[in-house]
């Protein structure tokens, strides 16, 4: 592990450590890395330092960028590649913030997050997990539809982003982010991790996060052997947390297996409806064609044809 430091203000003893490390653990995406650290300079709050963890980069461009790159506020960390979870705890493990930021080289923050997130975690002690909404750019464009947090919904799916604030001090308690959920999540982890101590959870209600989309992405990815993988290590993790909610989780079940019920019961009333639906126009053609045969010959010639067969 080789540390290297591009601000060589921030030897300096004399200095307090900072309040917000933002941690950017990079590997081979160097093009986007100015993207992040620049919206990260840009902060209205700025006492903050910048640990960006080099995760065993192979890509020649992003390993010469990392060689020598110089920008205010800015560490370098060069590790064996090891994954995000060991990433981002190295890069923690160096840090002197109180509060922490994990942000993913290709990402970006606006300018005010720090400033309100921070404002929030000085001011309530009870806080651990403090995020935003957030918004796509890249591959694709929009708003990211997050459900609102809630207890113990979250048992069930992860709502929070890699990209939330929380304290140092919680981060050294759970043991930092758990490198055996090896199939990704390991956000996801970690965020029960902190929910288990106790610590409360806020989302600001204003867009301040932006998750870049690329044609292809981790999260994309897993499929479904690897999901249920993750969510076993989960169980296996945070096994007291699941088993203490195990009746508000059933319920949850219950309540998506009455929802699956009635949608296939919707389904299934559709298909009906459609059948009829093509009886219909079945009819509906047949009248059709009887009515310009009526048309064509007269009412009444055709009642003699039809009395003719009837005859025979």
């Given at each position: 592990?080789?540390?290297?430091?591009?601000?060589?203000?921030?030897?300096?003893?004399?200095?307090?450590?900072?309040?917000?490390?933002?941690?950017?653990?990079?590997?081979?995406?160097?093009?986007?890395?100015?993207?992040?650290?620049?919206s990260v300079l840009a902060q209205t709050f700025q006492d903050v330092e910048i640990i960006i963890v080099n995760d065993g980069s192979t890509e020649p461009a992003t390993l010469?960028?990392?060689?020598?790159?110089?920008?205010?506020?800015?560490?370098?960390?060069?590790?064996?590649?090891?994954?995000?979870?060991?990433?981002?705890?190295?890069?923690?493990?160096?840090?002197?913030?109180?509060?922490?930021?994990?942000?993913?080289?290709?990402?970006?923050?606006?300018?005010?997050?720090?400033?309100?997130?921070?404002?929030?975690?000085?001011n309530d002690g009870t806080l651990g997990i403090v995020y935003c909404e957030a918004e796509f750019f890249g591959a694709e464009a929009g708003r990211w539809d997050i459900p609102?947090?809630?207890?113990?919904?979250?048992?069930?799916?992860n709502v929070i982003f890699c990209s939330a604030l929380f304290r140092r001090e919680d981060w050294k308690t759970v043991g930092g982010y758990n490198p055996n959920m090896i199939?990704?999540?390991?956000?996801?982890?970690?965020?029960?991790?902190?929910?288990?101590?106790?610590?409360?959870?806020?989302?600001?209600?204003?867009?301040?996060?932006?998750?870049?989309?690329?044609?292809?992405?981790?999260?994309?990815?897993?499929?479904?052997?690897?999901?249920?993988?993750?969510?076993?290590?989960?169980?296996?993790?945070?096994?007291?947390?699941?088993?203490?909610?195990?009746?508000?989780?059933?319920?949850?079940?219950?309540?998506?297996?009455?929802?699956?019920?009635?949608?296939?019961?919707?389904?299934?009333?559709?298909?009906?409806?459609?059948?009829?639906?093509?009886?219909?126009?079945?009819?509906?053609?047949?009248?059709?064609?009887?009515?310009?045969?009526?048309?064509?010959?007269?009412?009444?010639?055709?009642?003699?044809?039809?009395?003719?067969?009837?005859?025979?």
């Amino acid at each position: 592990m080789v540390l290297l430091e591009s601000d060589t203000s921030l030897l300096d003893p004399m200095l307090l450590p900072p309040t917000v490390s933002v941690i950017v653990p990079c590997y081979n995406h160097g093009q986007f890395l100015d993207e992040a650290v620049n919206s990260v300079l840009a902060q209205t709050f700025q006492d903050v330092e910048i640990i960006i963890v080099n995760d065993g980069s192979t890509e020649p461009a992003t390993l010469e960028l990392l060689t020598h790159y110089c920008r205010p506020k800015t560490k370098i960390l060069h590790t064996a590649n090891q994954g995000l979870a060991a990433a981002r705890n190295a890069g923690i493990a160096e840090a002197g913030g109180k509060y922490i930021l994990p942000l993913d080289a290709d990402d970006r923050i606006a300018p005010t997050y720090l400033e309100k997130v921070v404002r929030l975690l000085d001011n309530d002690g009870t806080l651990g997990i403090v995020y935003c909404e957030a918004e796509f750019f890249g591959a694709e464009a929009g708003r990211w539809d997050i459900p609102d947090y809630s207890f113990p919904a979250i048992l069930m799916g992860n709502v929070i982003f890699c990209s939330a604030l929380f304290r140092r001090e919680d981060w050294k308690t759970v043991g930092g982010y758990n490198p055996n959920m090896i199939h990704g999540w390991e956000d996801y982890d970690f965020w029960l991790s902190l929910i288990e101590l106790g610590r409360g959870v806020f989302r600001i209600p204003e867009v301040l996060f932006y998750y870049r989309r690329a044609a292809r992405s981790m999260s994309k990815e897993i499929d479904a052997g690897r999901a249920l993988y993750s969510y076993v290590q989960l169980f296996k993790n945070h096994t007291k947390l699941y088993s203490d909610n195990i009746e508000a989780l059933f319920a949850e079940l219950l309540k998506l297996q009455d929802t699956t019920w009635r949608l296939e019961d919707s389904e299934r009333r559709r298909r009906e409806a459609e059948d009829e639906l093509v009886k219909a126009q079945q009819k509906l053609f047949h009248a059709e064609r009887v009515f310009k045969i009526m048309d064509r010959v007269g009412y009444w010639k055709v009642r003699e044809l039809w009395q003719k067969v009837r005859g025979h």
